[in-house]
């Protein structure tokens, strides 16, 4: 069954840290993997896209990592915002139909 | 550009009412989406459609009902609301149906069913 797990399910972290959320997929035949940001009560907005063939991917203070093999993604944020604070949701796209697979997100905290 | 329009952004309905989820884009995508995001759960695909005049399920189609009659708008219809379909609500569009360049998500329609 294709699905996509993400950890933590929610941080929280001081103004000015970094922070990794994982996601774990089981996504076949794989496609592309994104990123999206979702803050409260608004639509995700994309952050990332990543092809089998991409590793590392950054936007500004976001990188994302991929490991084909292991199925594995992670999304770096580097001197963490008041205005980071959202959901970040994993996406994995099968390469066949509207295959779309939503991870439930990390919903992250950033404090002052 | 506006992007993706829905509307209304928060909606109340009695068991059994039924009403409409207005969606409409404005780039000129072919492929658009309903999605339906319920708690600590990740989106699920209503219904999705491929061009004007076509349309086809998703993951979680039971209770709705979809049309593309213009390439611009994409409503969804509650027939018979049920506590089940308190959700938030997002219509998406893209010009290629991947998950590329483009891919935009509405701002989400709230509905409650009491």
């Known amino acids: 069954k294709n699905q996509v797990e993400q950890s933590p399910q929610s941080l929280i972290i001081l103004e000015g840290k970094n922070c990794t959320l994982q996601?774990?997929?089981?996504?076949?035949?794989?496609?592309?993997l994104r990123w999206y940001k979702q803050d409260t009560g608004r639509g995700p907005v994309s952050l990332t896209i990543m092809t089998f063939s991409e590793n590392t991917k950054s936007n500004g203070r976001y990188t994302a990592t991929l490991d084909a093999d292991t199925k594995q993604s992670s999304l770096h944020i580097t001197a963490s915002q008041l205005s980071d604070s959202a959901s970040y949701i994993c996406v994995v796209s099968a390469s066949y139909g509207q295959n779309f697979v939503f991870g439930p997100g990390t919903r992250l905290s950033v404090l002052p | 550009n506006a992007g993706v329009t829905q509307t209304p952004k928060f909606r109340i309905l009695k068991i059994g009412q039924s009403m409409t989820l207005q969606c409409a884009q404005d780039m000129n995508h072919n492929y658009m989406y309903w999605y339906r995001q319920d708690p600590g759960m990740g989106l699920k695909l209503i219904y999705y459609s491929v061009g004007a005049g076509i349309t086809d399920k998703g993951e979680v189609p039971n209770g709705y009902n979809v049309s593309r009659s213009t390439t611009e708008d994409f409503p969804l219809r509650l027939e018979l609301a049920a506590p089940s379909q308190t959700s938030v609500y997002f219509c998406a569009s893209s010009y290629s149906g991947d998950l590329g360049p483009g891919y935009t998500f509405g701002s989400g329609t709230r509905l409650t069913v009491v």
């Open positions: 996601c774990n997929y089981t996504v076949s035949p794989f496609s592309n």
